[in-house]
């Protein structure tokens, strides 16, 4: 066996510190990552390179040429904004939906927002802060407009 490929075979033993350690005495420079599959590929090609040569002077060039032809970027992008999306529950209903309640001889319309509900021009992030403005306690809104049922006495 070449010793060039035991050598790269050796690699597979080394613990992340040992292989930085290699990288530093054949870069001439600490890795700035200490993952040991990178350190071991980058360790590999080293070694391969030191013992056959590197690119030619031809792909060295024509990498060269193809590197200037690559426009990037000199500042980082901005940010893109993320569009803010309400979470939605698995039964909640549908934005235009219109909940009717009859509340002490009151027809009680609230209109499902894209930021919340409306009632009485008011617009409220919850259907609990809607009943609570409505009957003055607290209520889980979505019982209190019958969205769902209350559970049974266990």
Same mark, same amino acid.
């Given at each position: 066996? &070449?010793t060039?490929? +035991?050598?790269?075979?050796?690699l *597979?033993?080394?613990?992340? /510190? *040992? ?9 001439g ?7 040991? &599959?990178f350190?071991?590929r980058q ?16 792909t060295? &060039?024509?990498?060269?040429e193809?590197? +200037? ?5 000199l500042?980082a992008? /901005? ?13 909640a ?6 909940? %009717? ?6 027809e009680i ?5 894209e930021?919340?509900?409306e ?10 802060? %809607? ?7 607290n209520?889980?809104?979505r019982?209190?407009?019958?969205l769902? +049922?209350?559970r049974?006495a *266990?």
């Amino acid at each position: 066996m &070449s010793t060039i490929a +035991k050598q790269i075979r050796e690699l *597979q033993n080394l613990a992340p /510190a *040992q292989l930085a350690e290699r990288y530093a005495e054949l870069f001439g420079k600490q890795p700035r990552v200490r993952n040991a &599959s990178f350190l071991r590929r980058q360790v590999a090609w080293k070694l391969q390179e030191q013992e056959f040569g590197g690119l030619s002077e031809r792909t060295t &060039s024509r990498l060269n040429e193809l590197i +200037k032809q690559i426009d990037l970027p000199l500042a980082a992008p /901005a940010p893109r904004p993320r569009p803010r999306i309400a979470p939605t529950r698995p039964n909640a209903p549908s934005i235009g939906t219109t909940l %009717v309640k009859q509340w002490h001889d009151m027809e009680i319309r609230v209109e499902v927002r894209e930021g919340g509900f409306e009632w009485d021009g008011t617009l409220y992030t919850s259907l609990s802060a %809607v009943a609570r403005a409505i009957t003055g306690t607290n209520w889980n809104g979505r019982l209190f407009f019958g969205l769902v +049922k209350r559970r049974a006495a *266990q």
